[in-house]
């Protein structure tokens, strides 16, 4: 099974920029749909993004659709999260997910492997 490992976490100005990082310590990510959620204290855990397998082709949610971009580096075999124009609302741990090549998803069940998180904190 393989292990992820997310990066890139910190404290950011709102409009701020941060890359996160989805790296596999153990095993490839290449055949895998990889999953982003985020859980902000007292809250539910969100899934708002995601890369397919196949071709690269990702989908979001409303609440980060236009700032955030999900892109794939096979040779790097790390997947990255390019957040943009940060709100305070962004505020939250960050999670990246590998679940089957079966298409995409923001469903938590979906996916078999999590990472420990990174913590994004939007704040001035």
């Known amino acids: 099974q393989v292990q992820l490992v997310e990066s890139g976490g910190g404290l950011v100005q709102p409009g701020g920029s941060l890359r996160l990082s989805c790296s596999a310590s153990?095993?490839?990510?290449?055949?895998?749909?990889i999953g982003w959620f985020r859980q902000a204290p007292g809250k539910e855990r969100e899934g708002f993004g995601c890369v397919s397998s196949s071709d690269g082709s990702t989908i979001y949610t409303s609440s980060v659709r236009g700032r955030f971009t999900i892109s794939r580096n096979y040779a790097e075999n790390t997947v990255y999260l390019q957040m943009n124009d940060l709100r305070p609302e962004d505020t939250a741990t960050y999670y990246c997910?590998?679940?089957?090549?079966?298409?995409?998803?923001?469903?938590?069940?979906?996916?078999?492997?999590w990472g420990q998180g990174t913590q994004v904190t939007v704040s001035s």
């Open positions: 153990r095993g490839t990510l290449d055949d895998l749909t």
């Open positions: 997910a590998a679940g089957p090549p079966l298409g995409l998803s923001f469903r938590s069940s979906f996916y078999k492997s």
